[in-house]
């Protein structure tokens, strides 16, 4: 994931142009330039009342031209922006009036119109208060109170990889608390038991982002929610969002796998490839980094973390958490109707649901913190803002994926795919299809939110108008339908914690003073390993008919299986601590 505090957001690793070589800067530049004088000419060429008709090949350019981009550049924001740039100058005929309208009615009515809807206002509300929320329970000690409750356990190099794997898990929703949190506070107990820092690199971050995307509540649900919220809008199904999104996690077989590989491996003490080398260094010699880390890059300041003499208090998270998944949950059930649990859940209005637990988190959480002499109300405000600036990010990429989105509606972008691939494609590669492509955009990019901005409002529809026209539209195809939307989640989260540019694998390497590229080195084998086995065992028997929970088992098995069979134990004996402590 990559945000600012979410996935998705600028950092040194992906905004820094120095980490982009001469010759792929002129290649940018090359291809910039030439489609702005393609733009021209054609607008030179186009008569100014021109209407373009809808549903045609063009349609698909915006989102195709918004990829293309986010694979050259690297950049998200740019790329969606000339996206819906373009989406718009086709919406008015591509004239040479157009050219210029169409960039200024990209910001002042595609843009404004996506942050008008009323449900878009409530997410980005939601996505703000539960951001100041992290922000206060952070600063007043209690996600510090969740880490040394689970601390007290860890006492051997097993213990202390499970309880790294346990508050990956805990921290959950929130990736960028996850990351921080987790890595900061294990690093120098598992530096003490002779665990190598990129070890602890992995599990931090195999169970962040991964663990977000599957939590019901945490700061991901709400983008992931209104994404599929407005893709299956004009589809047949009659479910919302939030209905899909729980249907779907049957099918999240990679990050469920990645977070089951973290405790397989601990449990099992087997290793393979460049972290078993590392391993066995750090148990034999104790240099649990193999490099040196860069001047200022191991001191990772945030701005939240309290003051040594803050009480690290558990109530003061638990409460504010429980607090928040408790209104949700009767909010849900409060405004929907159905025979079923799920039913009523599909029915309800997640987004006032969401809203109203972030709120009385936050309220709970501000008051404990006041009433305790922890914080005093201008320092709640000050780490609520801390929080909310966070992820401001996340809240452009959510306004300007909505903008797209309405723009390919607009445009017939997905009745252009249904026709031209509703009967060529196989419907059972769908879920592998989009897993590979969600992936290999997430790891060009760095970003996962940006790959499901972009990929959720194609593909959903696509994957519908293929099951239709093979008269697959029924109940039961939506399995693939779930499945698909689904992976398109769960690739993007792959190529995300893989990529070398992505925030959360530059903060989780940071976070455990790892050098960013020996993370990258020793997590990818086990990232590569998991999917390929969720691929060939799970994704393509459930297109072609198998439950998901036997694609699930059928994964799982093979998984631990290919670990005891590839995996070897670091046989080293950890020894007792060397008094001068390890060396870095």
Not at 371 to 376: C, M, S, W
Not at 463 to 490: C, M, N, Y
Request: charged content about 10%.
């Amino acid at each position: 994931m990559t945000e600012t505090h979410q996935p998705d957001g600028p950092s040194d690793a992906d905004g820094d142009p120095g980490n982009v070589s001469p010759r792929r800067r002129f290649a940018v530049l090359v291809a910039c330039a030439a489609v702005v004088a393609l733009a021209v000419v054609v607008s030179l060429l186009v008569p100014a009342d021109t209407v373009l008709p809808t549903g045609r090949w063009w349609s698909v350019l915006p989102p195709v031209l918004a990829i293309a981009l986010a694979l050259a550049t690297r950049q998200i924001l740019p790329a969606l922006f000339v996206g819906i740039w373009l989406g718009a100058w086709l919406v008015e005929g591509l004239s040479t009036q157009g050219l210029v309208t169409s960039l200024l009615d990209s910001a002042g009515v595609y843009t404004v119109d996506a942050i008008a809807d009323p449900d878009h206002v409530m997410i980005i509300v939601f996505t703000l208060m539960i951001g100041g929320l992290v922000g206060v329970i952070r600063r007043n000690g209690g996600t510090d109170g969740i880490v040394h409750l689970v601390t007290r356990w860890a006492s051997t190099p097993r213990r202390g990889q499970l309880a790294t794997g346990g508050l990956g898990v805990a921290v959950f929703f929130d990736d960028y608390a996850n990351t921080l949190v987790v890595g900061n506070t294990m690093r120098p107990i598992l530096d003490r038991l002779r665990v190598s820092r990129e070890k602890l690199a992995y599990l931090v971050d195999s169970t962040a982002a991964p663990v977000a995307t599957l939590a019901l509540l945490s700061t991901w649900i709400g983008f992931q929610v209104v994404l599929i919220d407005d893709a299956v809008a004009d589809t047949g199904l009659a479910l919302n969002g939030f209905a899909v999104f729980v249907e779907s996690l049957k099918y999240a077989f990679y990050p469920i796998l990645a977070i089951g590989l973290v405790f397989a491996i601990a449990l099992t003490g087997r290793d393979f490839g460049p972290m078993l080398r590392a391993e066995r260094r750090a148990r034999t010699t104790g240099q649990v980094s193999l490099h040196s880390i860069a001047p200022g890059a191991a001191a990772l300041e945030d701005e939240l973390t309290p003051p040594e003499r803050t009480p690290r208090r558990l109530v003061n998270a638990l409460l504010p958490i429980l607090v928040l998944v408790a209104t949700t949950v009767v909010g849900l059930f409060a405004t929907g109707e159905g025979a079923s649990v799920i039913e009523i859940i599909g029915d309800g209005d997640p987004f006032s649901s969401l809203l109203w637990g972030s709120l009385l988190g936050l309220l709970v959480a501000g008051v404990l913190s006041v009433a305790q002499g922890i914080l005093t109300l201008a320092e709640v405000v000050t780490a609520w803002f801390a929080g909310v600036k966070s992820v401001l990010y996340v809240v452009i990429i959510l306004t300007l994926a909505w903008a797209l989105s309405a723009l390919t509606g607009e445009l017939g972008t997905a009745d252009f795919l249904a026709g031209a691939l509703g009967t060529a494609l196989p419907v059972f590669l769908l879920p592998a299809l989009l897993f590979v492509i969600a992936a290999a955009i997430a790891f060009a990019t760095g970003t996962s939110w940006g790959t499901m901005g972009i990929l959720t409002p194609l593909a959903v529809p696509l994957a519908w108008a293929v099951l239709d026209a093979q008269g697959l539209a029924a109940a039961e195809g939506h399995p693939i339908l779930f499945a698909s939307v689904s992976t398109i989640l769960a690739g993007s989260v792959w190529g995300d914690h893989c990529s070398p540019i992505s925030d959360t694998t530059v903060i989780s390497a940071l976070a455990s003073q790892c050098d960013v590229i020996d993370h990258v080195r020793t997590q990818i084998p086990y990232a590569l390993f998991v999917a390929g086995t969720v691929i060939v065992f799970g994704l393509l028997p459930v297109g072609l008919g198998l439950p998901w929970w036997a694609g699930l088992a059928l994964s799982g098995a093979a998984t631990l299986g290919g670990l005891m069979l590839i995996g070897r134990r670091v046989d080293a004996a950890v020894g007792e601590p060397d008094p001068v402590g390890p060396r870095a």
